[in-house]
């Protein structure tokens, strides 16, 4: 099998600006980015919103949106590498798959309020612009690539199958690298979606916790290139972070809500452990979903039972550091787990990402090895090399990540 191999990860979200600064906050349980909003009809959330100051005032799209400055202000920081890339394969050989569920809401309501008014459009909206492929159709405009496009919108398993359908791009010989990731964002529409299904919490999130009830959302950005070539992405300074394996699966069992079973998850887990060849005793910490919900969390804890059996493997939800970032979070999630691999190759105490919670353990669930702040220093495993990430989305698409070094 033709090995694919990560670059470091650009990530852009309410707590970082950065992989280092993201690293950063969720090994110190760093809340400081999840802070109340305000939604356009007058009521209070919490969520993790990226600082306007830190965008530009407008992005180089043809089709200026917030999601698309936190798009490039992302971008740039692999820049260097997609540049290289091009040299080294040409714009015909490279690809572009992004994970997103926002589209175009920031025009769409400023367009139908002024057509329920005047019974016309501007002048300057299109419906190109509330397409779903626009957040991918941007990069390849703005880097001039020519390779596979693709926008995936399975909601918050979105960027997993996008790094999913990256590398299948790569080992099938349609491209030798493939700008891979997701942007998403907390914006009113969805704030407000979401409280309409009541799952939003009127506290952050407090995943697994038998006081949980509810997400808190956030906006995100995190992307890759992966490519067949480790020597393109290398970085001196860290280890080349292979994406060993992949497993994907859908139950089905509801429009929102997953099967209470677990089954749909534990396959998608089984499925990327049996296809990186590798046993659950081999993984050495897994970033959950947890998104804080009674039912997902209900169902990932038997999941997460099941396929690990007796072996209690480190684990966290990182969501209320981050926010839930929707179509952004099966790579944020991925690019905190390369930080864990990458970072713990240079120092002998080992740290993985907390999950802040209030430790109060849910008797109805199984009883999960969950990485708190009491015990925040990791002496075991002895090795942290291999990362399993979690994404389990409305519908039942459900997608798990095997990232790790041989």
């Known amino acids: 099998m033709l090995p694919v191999y990560f670059s470091k990860p650009a990530v852009l979200a309410s707590c970082a600006n950065s ?26 959330f919490f969520a993790g919103r990226i600082n306007e100051e830190v965008l530009s005032e407008k992005s180089t799209a043809r089709y ?25 394969y040409g714009e015909n050989r490279i690809g572009v798959c992004v994970g997103s569920c926002d589209n175009g809401t920031e025009f769409s309501i400023a367009g139908h309020r002024k057509y329920f008014a005047n019974q016309d459009f501007s002048s300057d909206y299109s419906l190109e612009m509330q397409g779903a492929d626009y957040v991918s159709t941007f990069i390849a405009e703005k880097y001039d690539l020519k390779g596979p496009c693709m926008t995936f919108s399975t909601a918050c398993s979105s960027s997993a199958g996008a790094i999913i359908k990256a590398a299948e791009f790569i080992r099938s010989g349609i491209c030798d690298a493939v700008i891979c990731g997701g942007v998403d964002i907390a914006s009113d529409t969805t704030l407000l979606g979401f409280d309409s299904l009541e799952a939003i919490s009127s506290e952050i999130t407090n995943p697994f916790s038998k006081n949980r009830h509810g997400i808190t959302l956030g906006d995100a950005a995190s992307f890759f290139l ?15 972070v292979e994406l060993l394996g992949y497993g994907e699966s859908a139950d089905a069992y509801h429009m929102t809500s997953p099967d209470p079973s677990g ?3 534990k396959r998608a887990m089984q499925k990327a452990l049996d296809f990186a060849e590798l046993t659950a005793r081999d993984i ?16 990932e804890a038997k999941a997460l039972d099941s396929v690990f059996a007796s072996y209690k493997v480190p684990c966290s939800s990182t969501k209320p550091l981050t926010g839930h970032t929707l179509g952004a979070a099966g790579a944020l999630e991925a690019a905190i787990c390369y930080m864990a691999i990458t970072k713990n190759s240079k120092t002998e105490k080992k740290f993985l990402p907390l999950q802040v919670w ?9 009883l999960l090895n969950i990485i708190s702040k009491s ?3 990791i002496e075991e495993p002895s090795k942290i090399q291999i990362c399993m990430s979690n994404s389990f989305a409305f519908g039942g698409s459900n997608a798990s990540l095997i990232l790790g070094v041989r």
């Open 19 to 44: 992989s280092e600064e993201l690293w950063l906050a969720v090994t110190s349980g760093n809340q400081s980015g999840i802070k109340k909003v305000t939604a356009l009809n007058g009521k209070e």
């Open 64 to 88: 200026d949106m917030r999601i698309l400055r936190i798009e490039e202000k992302c971008l740039l920081q692999i820049e260097d590498v997609i540049f290289k890339a091009k040299e080294l």
């Open 226 to 240: 992966l490519s067949k070539d480790s020597s393109l992405v290398k970085n001196d300074s860290e280890k080349v």
């Open 263 to 265: 089954d749909g998850a």
């Open 284 to 299: 050495d910490y897994v970033n959950l979903h947890g998104t804080g919900t009674k039912f997902n969390d209900s169902m």
């Open 358 to 366: 209030d430790q109060k353990i849910d008797p109805e669930l199984p």
């Open 375 to 377: 015990d925040m220093k």
